[in-house]
């Protein structure tokens, strides 16, 4: 079955750095890569998705890159803020299939 | 995007007993998923809640321990049944509508077993 891996597994920013957040997928069929944020106390919030036929999608300071070559993609968020603090996971799919997460990533952005 | 509320958001709960856990969608879906989220870890698939047919459970799942129903296209439970304190963790509940990718979460319950 599908394993993603993810790193880092905590990350601690500035205010206002970037943040690069990496995961690599085994199943060279999955073609549905989406992240999700979740803050304490709530439930996973889908943030950004992508599909393979896409290498790179961007919405507003966040954006996801795809290598389906490498079988990796990556979170980007720029110009983090406070609130960007949070546990964030991301997933592959195959058509059809079941959602297999990363491990999550915790961010940290002090003001 | 769906709208997904969940009863109880909390409990906390004695060993040996059980809880249910119900799901409830703002528009009809096509696929229902469970999930477990223990303690600082990531997300782990208990099972998809079929409508009118039983449940479909991972590999570690069973249905004697987390029956499931789906009475329709908008509602489903999870019962969590005689608890041990390994049980404490988040359960939630998902869906994916029809011909859709996106999958949405709700909010969660978060479960204590004493």
């Known amino acids: 079955g599908e394993n993603v891996e993810q790193h880092p597994s905590t990350l601690s920013v500035q205010e206002g750095d970037s943040a690069v957040i990496k995961c690599t997928y085994s199943?060279?069929?999955?073609?549905?890569f989406p992240w999700y944020k979740q803050e304490l106390g709530k439930g996973p919030q889908l943030i950004i998705d992508?599909?393979?036929?896409?290498g790179e999608k961007k919405d507003q300071r966040i954006a996801v890159t795809l290598n389906k070559t490498a079988k990796h993609f990556s979170l980007h968020i720029t110009e983090t803020q406070p609130e960007d603090s949070a546990v964030y996971f991301c997933a592959a799919r195959t058509s059809y299939g079941k959602l297999t997460f990363g491990q999550g990533t915790i961010l940290t952005v002090h003001p | 995007s769906a709208v997904i509320s969940q009863k109880p958001s909390r409990d906390i709960c004695q060993r040996g007993t059980s809880l249910t856990i119900q799901c409830q969608v703002d528009?009809?879906?096509?696929?229902m998923f469970w999930y477990r989220q223990q303690p600082g870890q990531s997300l782990t698939l208990i099972a998809t809640a079929n409508q009118g047919s039983e449940a479909t459970y991972e590999s570690g799942f069973v249905i004697d321990k987390f029956p499931i129903s789906r009475p329709n296209l908008t509602f489903s439970t999870l019962t969590v049944s005689n608890m041990s304190p390994e049980d404490s963790s988040i359960y939630l509940c998902?869906?994916?509508?029809?011909?859709?990718?996106?999958?949405?979460f709700g909010p969660g319950t978060r479960l204590l077993v004493l």
């Open positions: 998902s869906v994916r509508g029809t011909g859709q990718e996106t999958q949405y």
């Open positions: 992508i599909r393979s036929n896409v």
């Open positions: 528009s009809q879906v096509t696929m």
């Open positions: 199943d060279s069929a999955s073609n549905y």
